[in-house]
């Protein structure tokens, strides 16, 4: 998705939160509701409670995409851009990317 090429693009250093957030909601998150008996009745409790769940589901993203979105989609794909193409970026496979470098090596010597 547009938020994964984000991911794949951004430095290693910088906080990819706001791109993996950008959309979500923690009430589409089955595992995120309270508990019914913990449920606070509404108030400022309920917003607090609410932006806790919102932290923790930050905390979680974030986690996942340092630890194994970031490094699993650099070491899968290649990202090129074409210029015939008004600068597009394409995703490739690194095995196709591989081939049509060999492919493209070879026709250039001959």
Known sequence: SRNLASLV???????????LLRGMRT??????????????RGGTAGAAAERRRQADLASLLRWLAHRLLLPLARRVFVASRNTASGGARFY??????????????RRGEG
Not at 27 to 40: G, N, T
Not at 92 to 105: D, E, F, K, M, T
């Open 9 to 19: 693009e951004a430095p290693s250093g910088r906080d990819p939160a706001h791109l």
């Open 27 to 40: 009430s589409e998150c089955a595992w995120m509701q309270p508990l019914p008996a913990a449920a606070p």
């Open 92 to 105: 490739w496979p690194r095995g196709v990317w591989i081939r049509l470098q060999r492919l493209a090596l």
